[in-house]
């Protein structure tokens, strides 16, 4: 089992030269878990979830985009200065933050990249939000086949739906396996397999997928740790920052991030239009700190988890500056300690 989370692992560490050796393939970053992955997951396209695993420091992006700014987005500048980002082929930006769109403007004023887009996105989930979302994925599908001549037709992306809702299941199966009294996984080994997920092939990902899911249901369960453990973040991708929160004794059983497990909660429907059934799941599903009026939405899957994994506390971590998640932060940490529930709120550098 180890051999295969290494597979996911380090596809976190490093960075691809090219996209499976295929230089007909194209390679577009993305940097929000409401992107949906099935536009780009094409024939002639992939996604490749954007990190910076190697940054240990922002000096030059501190100059254009400030040190109160999320070191998320200036470490992911950082990196792209420093030509680790080469093999991509394009950008899809996600309106998630003012610093995400900062980061897009400073790209734009530093290298001028061709292919960058900015993905508008709505505030709250309604019928007529789903509408607006599914028409601005339409023109997002529209400038991919224009840019590199790929089919994204509704029939393209209704494959490419049932081929992530594959990937879906087997992701939501390995993580419940967690339920466990003894689960098979540690919290630093799950965040490797969902975080390297995001950053392989379709088809290479659903391959070691289904043979850790296979080994994990028979895999001997992790006993000896003192405490069973949520962990409540925003960007969470390194495995060695989750490696350092259990070594002082606890096992995590359960995130809810936007790159870790819980982004693959819920499946696209494929009887509905393919860009309708879209918008309707990624606005639907675990909400992000940023949707409005999702607040009541976001706490119960957090309660729901504490309880369903029998968790004996939770660990919040909040990049530091981060406005969304600071904000929330410190209503979650009130609300769940009027709940009894046990909180340690933590702040980070993403570096």
């Given amino acids: 089992m180890n051999e295969l989370i290494h597979r996911f692992r380090d596809a976190v560490a ?30 002639g396209l992939r996604a490749y979830r954007m990190r910076a695993p190697d940054c240990n420091g922002t000096d030059l992006a501190d100059t254009y985009m400030g040190r109160v700014t999320c070191s998320y987005t200036r470490c992911i500048l950082e990196v792209i200065e420093d030509d680790r980002y080469e093999f991509l082929d ?22 001028s990249p061709q292919n960058v887009y900015m993905l508008d996105l709505p505030h709250k989930y309604s019928d007529r939000a789903v509408s607006w979302y599914a028409e601005e994925l339409r023109l997002l599908a ?12 509704e029939e393209a992306i209704a494959a490419s739906i049932r081929r992530s809702n594959k990937n879906r299941k087997l992701m939501c199966a390995l ?13 630093s080994q799950m965040v490797a397999v969902s975080s390297g997920y995001l950053s392989l092939p379709q088809k290479q990902a659903g391959t070691s997928l289904e043979e850790l899911l296979a080994e994990a249901r028979n895999a001997p369960g992790r006993d000896g740790h003192r405490a069973r453990l949520l962990l409540v973040s925003s960007q969470i991708d390194d495995p ?20 870790a497990a ?11 239009p393919p860009f309708e059934a879209l918008a309707d799941r990624y ?21 729901q988890l504490y309880k369903s994994r029998q968790v ?34 933590l702040e980070r550098e993403y570096f």
């Fill in 14 to 43: 490093t960075y691809p030269e090219q996209a499976d050796g295929d230089d007909q393939v194209h390679v577009i970053g993305t940097l929000c878990s409401y992107t949906p992955e099935e536009i780009f997951q094409v024939e």
């Fill in 142 to 153: 529209t400038s991919l086949q224009k840019a590199f001549g790929v089919d994204l037709t």
């Fill in 262 to 272: 819980s982004a693959f909660n819920g499946l696209v429907d494929e009887n509905k």
């Fill in 90 to 111: 394009g950008y899809v930006f996600a309106a998630g933050c003012d610093h995400m769109r900062r980061l897009h403007d400073n790209l734009n004023y530093l290298r």
């Fill in 240 to 259: 060695r920052y989750v490696e350092a929160l259990e070594a002082t004794g606890g096992l995590i059983v359960g995130e809810i991030a936007c790159s």
């Fill in 283 to 303: 606005l639907k599903r675990i909400p992000c700190p940023r949707m409005m009026e999702m607040h009541s939405e976001l706490l119960a899957r957090i309660v």
């Fill in 312 to 345: 004996d506390g939770i660990v919040l971590v909040v990049l530091k500056f981060c406005d969304t998640w600071g904000v929330i932060g410190t209503l979650f940490v009130r609300e769940l300690r009027e709940m009894g529930i046990p909180i340690l709120r």
């Fill in 175 to 187: 993580d419940n396996l967690r339920e466990r009294e003894k689960p098979p996984l540690t919290g």
